[in-house]
Structures are given as C-alpha cells and as structure tokens.
C-alpha cells in the first residue's frame, strides 16, 4: 500500500489527535456539568450551614463539610512534613545508590496500594492496635499515608528539576546544605511541590473506602480529634447506598466538586503571584 | 620551599597537586604560587584541567562523586584540605565566578545579599551597603541601582555577569576565582570586566582561567600555561608571551593548536 502523502498524514494525525482532546473534555465536562447541575437545586444557606436532619435526607450537610475539612487538614499536616522532608534527603542529601532505590520502590508500592486496604489496614492499627477509635485522627493518618507517596514524588521531580548550576551558586557563596536547600532549591522548586499538593487536597477530599473504615460515621459535628466524623464522600455514599435521597446526595457531590475547583483555582492564582514576585 | 624573590606575600601554594576523575588524571602534578593582590590568569586549550583546578581551590569538586586528590594546597600557609576547616568559611574567602553567568530567580538585590545573609547578617543598612559597594566595584551599579528589586533574569548576559562577579563580592572575600567570566560576552562587555578586574586587583587577589590569550595578556600579572592536565610552564605575563620557555607554549599562543 502507498504511503499518504505527509501532509495527508499531519491533516489525519492532527484530526485524531485532537478528537482524543475533545472526547477527554466532553467527558470531564459531562460528569462535572451532570452533578453540578443534579446537585445545584438543592444547594442553599440552610443546606450548607445546616444540620443533617433524618439520616440525611432532609437538612444540611455542616458536619460533613468539618468532618471533611478536619481530616483532610490532618492528613496533609502528616504528610507534607514527612513528605517534602523525605523528598530533600532523597534529593539532596543522599547520593543515587541501592538503599535510594529501595526507597524509591517502596514509595511507589504504597502509592499502588488500593485505598480499600489501607483502610483496612487503618481500622486494625489506627483503629483497633492504637485505640484511637474512629476518629478524625484515624481517619486522617489513613489519609495521610495514601497521599504521602505522591506528595514525595512530585516533591522529587521538583527538587530534581532545578537546575545544578542553581545549587553550585549557594555552595560558592558560602552556604551549607541545608541553606542551599532552603534558600535556593525550595523557593525554585515550590511551584511544583505546591501543584502536588493541591492534587493530594483533592484526593484527600474525594476519599470514601479508607475513610469509612477509620473516620466512621457519626451524623455529628466532631469536637476533638477523637470524635467520629463523616466526610461529604463518605456522606454521598451512605446517602446513595442506605436511604435512596439521590437530590440531597447529589446536592453534597456538588459541593465537594465546587469546593475542589475553588481550591485549585485559588492555589494556582496564589503560586502565580508567588512566582511573578521571585522571577 | 622555593625563595620569593619578589617582595608580594603569596597567596595561595600549590605543591604537586594532582587530581582524578575516576581513574582519569585532570591535573597532575601542579606546582605554582599564587601572589597577593595580582591577576593569576590561567590560559590552555579545552579539557586541560583549568576549571577543575579552578574548582579544587575552593572545594567545589568536593561533592563529585569517584574523585580523588593528591598533594597540597596552602592559602595564606594553612592547609584547605586539613580537617579543622570550615569549607563554606573557605569559600566565602575565595569568590568565585562560573562561566555560564546564573542569576538566581530572585531579584537583583536578593541575588546578591544571598551570600552575606548566609553568614549571618541580616542587617538592613548593613546589607544594602554591602549591595551597593559590590555593584558599584562591578561596574553594574548606575545601570541597575532604580531597579534593585526586579527580577535579575530580566538582565542582559553582560549585566548578569557582573551580577555574579558582584555577588563574589558581596562575601567579602579575599580571593575572586573567576571561570571563563567573559565567554559568552560581547566586546564591550568584556572590555567592562576587564577594566573593573585591573581596578579590584588592588583589593583582591585574583585567579583568572580564560580561553582569551589576548585576555591574559592584557590584564594578567603573571600567567600559567595548562596542557592535558600539566602546566607546562608559569611566569611574568609578558614573559610568556613574548619569550616562552616551552615550544608547547609558543605553540599554543600562536595558534598552531587549541
């Protein structure tokens, strides 16, 4: 068979290339456009600051929101400190070897580790071995150790993607490891280690099959990190799966999604200014 | 120890350094002295062992993994390799320039108090004046003073390396170890840095590596010529260049090879 001519060729590859962009959009906006709009009804004052009144299907969904805002807090305290720390030693201050690599393999089996599992895995330690019940720490530490690979990842090729020359500078002028880290390489590398975290945010968000073994269910407003406390994912859920109120469930998955863009669109708009104010 | 015939102290001692990569020699061997407050410049063709000489002076091939060295190095009689020093201490004694000027993404201010914040001051008045004193000895000063806290990647190539040669300075250092500081420059650039180097010999010692033979020539007080990682011969500039020891040398100055 004879070959097409090239521009036939670019005129068929730019055709299907971008009907794959199309149908990935189309998709995206159909399932956020079909919530948003099932859900939007619902959505007033009293539905966001109210209490959830007969298991859910009628009154608001306020303990959700904290429940939710409460456990996703508590897993990026976790996993930011002990993610970008292990990212700096793994950049910095170790060279390439076996032991790194061990790590490296280790981070990315727990990042494949599905969400269920450490659910369970939570619900006997957290839960059961340390006591902590079902709780918003227990919910949170859960959370923590599912967004802590990726936060280490992403930290990573931060780190990785300033250039050497930046650091050669902070050691010619005198600095430690640990002023070049913090001076130079981190300010560099923030944008991407911010855009990591605003993906964990919306994993964290979005969490219900570990979150439901370890955080429970309680319909209350939680008061310590002890309480039980019930996501907005893990609200939707029980709501879908248990009473049938498909409005009202519909009306919380639209308020995860909004809060989710919120926090992205915001995010990003803070790390632009950030980033036009250094470079 | 040779006798110094001369009456400068000398700065810096080299006795029979050598230095590998691997189990490749970049330097071998490499006797000279460096005297206070002259211009060092260090001239030879690519890949012979002049920026990794450069380098060893202040310790930044240090973290190069599957290195070795041997011999000494003395700076004003002590040891830069002995356990007691404090290598960011030691560089912030020896400046130093590379060849691809970097501006960090900060501004030109913050560039350039990034090495005295480092060592602890923190100062306002303080940190000005030393920003201030090493633009102006860098010649950048009149043409970056209204805008100090714009980024110093806005900076055209000649500007950023005065910037570097600048933030060399804001350490206070004794001695600039300055790497090809003027290849990817224009003339006049070049001609700028070659003026404000003739004006900070009198504060600084200087170590020069360029690949500009004219460039040595015509700010160099004495000039070491390297080949394959040896240095063939070092002596007075003019010396070099009118009546070299070494038929390599006079070779290599007019351009039969490099």
Redesign the interface.
């Known amino acids: 068979m004879k070959r097409p001519h090239p521009k036939t060729q670019e005129l068929i590859a730019k055709t299907i290339l971008s009907l794959f962009a199309a149908i990935v959009v189309m998709t995206l906006l159909a399932i956020v456009g079909y919530v948003v709009v099932k859900g939007v009804r619902v959505i007033n004052a009293d539905f966001l600051f109210g209490s959830p009144k007969s298991m859910g299907r009628e009154g608001g969904i306020l303990p959700f929101i904290i429940s939710t805002l409460y456990i996703t807090v508590t897993g990026l305290l976790i996993s930011i400190p002990l993610g970008l720390g292990s990212a700096i030693y793994l950049t910095e201050y170790t060279?390439e070897g076996w032991p790194t690599k061990v790590i490296r393999f280790g981070i990315d089996c727990l990042a494949g580790v599905p969400s269920i599992v450490l659910g369970l895995f939570g619900f006997t330690f957290f839960v059961r071995l340390l006591n902590f019940s079902w709780s918003i720490l227990s919910g949170g530490l859960t959370v923590s150790l599912m967004i802590l690979p990726f936060i280490i990842r992403s930290s990573e090729e931060a780190i990785r993607a300033v250039?050497s020359?930046?650091r050669?500078?902070?050691?010619?002028?005198?600095?430690?490891r640990w002023?070049c880290v913090t001076?130079?390489v981190l300010?560099?590398a923030l944008p991407g280690i911010v855009t990591g975290i605003i993906l964990a945010i919306g994993k964290c968000v979005g969490e219900t099959a570990s979150v439901i073994f370890t955080a429970g269910t309680s319909l209350r407003i939680p008061m310590s990190m002890f309480d039980s406390g019930r996501t907005l994912a893990v609200h939707f859920y029980l709501l879908v799966r248990e009473t049938g109120a498909s409005d009202m469930a519909y009306g919380s998955a639209a308020t995860l999604l909004i809060s989710i863009l919120v926090v992205n669109f915001f995010a990003y708009w803070l790390m632009r200014k950030f980033i036009s104010r250094?470079? | 120890m040779q006798t110094d015939r001369e009456s400068e102290r000398i700065k810096i001692i080299v006795r029979d350094f050598s230095f590998y990569y691997g189990a490749q020699p970049a330097l071998k061997g490499i006797s000279l002295d460096v005297r206070e407050n002259e211009i060092f410049t260090v001239i030879g063709p690519a890949r012979s062992g002049k920026t990794t000489f450069l380098r060893c002076l202040n310790r930044m091939n240090d973290s190069i993994a599957n290195t070795k060295r041997s011999g000494q190095v003395m700076l004003d009689g002590k040891e830069i390799f002995a356990g007691d020093i404090d290598v960011a201490d030691l560089r912030r004694r020896l400046g130093m320039v590379f060849a691809i000027p970097v501006a960090l993404p900060k501004s030109i201010y913050n560039n350039l108090a990034l090495g005295p914040r480092m060592r602890g001051i923190h100062s306002k008045k303080r940190l000005y004046e030393i920003v201030e004193r090493s633009l102006k000895a860098a010649y950048l000063w009149d043409e970056v003073k209204n805008r100090l806290h714009e980024s110093a990647r806005k900076l055209s190539g000649g500007q950023q390396q005065r910037l570097c040669l600048a933030r060399a300075m804001a350490l206070e250092p004794e001695v600039l170890l300055l790497d090809e500081p003027c290849s990817g420059l224009d003339p006049i650039s070049t001609r700028k840095i070659e003026e404000a180097l003739l004006e900070l010999k009198k504060q600084y010692t200087i170590i020069l590596v360029t690949n500009i033979t004219g460039q040595a020539a015509r700010v160099g007080d004495r000039t070491a010529f390297f080949l394959m990682g040896e240095l063939i011969e070092c002596d007075l500039t003019e010396r070099i260049f009118t009546n070299p020891h070494d038929e390599r040398t006079s070779d290599y100055l007019t351009g039969k090879f490099g």
């Open positions: 060279s250039p020359s930046y050669d500078v902070a050691f010619a002028t005198g600095g430690t002023q001076r130079v300010p560099c250094v470079s």
